[in-house]
């Protein structure tokens, strides 16, 4: 059973451009959420998708935006990159199916990204 | 808005022995869920342990058992026996539970996280 999977795993970019990072959900999970976690920090939420919408969101500028293909899998694009948007990007999935108490979140491995 | 606090950053423990992480939170639901999560120096955060509020019982994994306090709004985290691998970056969690409507409330607000270390 493949867990969370991330892509790329580092990324360098320079300021002022965009990035896109990518989440494959755990096996059965259908709610994806993103995280960013500066160095000796706690992860802080971004947003959560599910049906390929967005389902709540934490508190980051519209430069920060997802979103959630049909087959479940999440993509996070941030524009106009700041030397403060270098972190740990984290994935998470969960099972949002009512009834069930499997909405326990399980992350990914991460994307370190590196604003120069 | 819920908070999440570890008040010990740093702690350390000898191999075998018996170590405790605490973790307060303030809330105003009376319907949530907590978790302790592991974050080794690989980076992957790795679930630990998660507690339903409305449960009275201790949750316990192996060698990882809770201290749920509601009214104090206390959860901390006691690991017995530590190993070598135990040592990691351990965060605290909080989550809203589900609405009348059964959708979950997906964010989870973390402390700053402890840094345990284990010396043989």
């Known amino acids: 059973d493949a867990g969370v999977t991330q892509s790329p795993t580092h990324l360098i970019k320079t300021r002022g451009q965009q990035v896109t990072l990518r989440c494959s959900p755990k096996s059965g999970h259908d709610t994806v959420s993103w995280y960013q976690q500066a160095l000796g920090q706690g992860p802080q939420f971004i947003f959560q998708?599910?049906?390929?919408?967005?389902?709540q969101r934490g508190n980051f500028p519209d430069r920060f935006s997802g979103h959630q293909f049909p087959n479940y899998s999440s993509e996070l694009n941030v524009n106009a990159l700041l030397l403060g948007d270098s972190a740990l990007y984290l994935c998470?999935?969960?099972?949002?199916?009512?009834?069930?108490?499997?909405?326990?979140?399980?992350f990914g491995p991460g994307t370190r990204l590196t604003v120069l | 808005a819920q908070t999440v606090t570890q008040s010990q950053p740093e702690m350390s423990v000898q191999e075998a022995e018996t170590v405790t992480l605490s973790c307060t939170y303030d809330t105003s639901e009376s319907d949530y869920y907590l978790f302790w999560y592991k974050q080794p120096p690989s980076r992957q955060m790795i679930l630990v342990i998660r507690?339903?509020?409305?449960?009275?019982q201790n949750a316990t994994e192996n060698r990882f058992s809770v201290n749920f306090q509601k009214a104090a709004k206390s959860f901390s985290l006691k690991i017995s026996d530590s190993q070598l691998g135990d040592a990691a970056m351990y965060f605290c969690?909080?989550?809203?539970?589900?609405?009348?409507?059964?959708?979950?409330?997906?964010?989870?607000?973390f402390g700053q996280g402890t840094i345990l270390t284990v010396h043989p």
């Open positions: 507690q339903e509020a409305y449960k009275q």
């Open positions: 969690a909080y989550r809203r539970g589900r609405n009348a409507g059964g959708t979950s409330y997906g964010k989870l607000t």
């Open positions: 998708y599910y049906e390929e919408e967005e389902r």
């Open positions: 998470a999935s969960s099972s949002n199916d009512r009834g069930r108490s499997t909405d326990t979140q399980y």
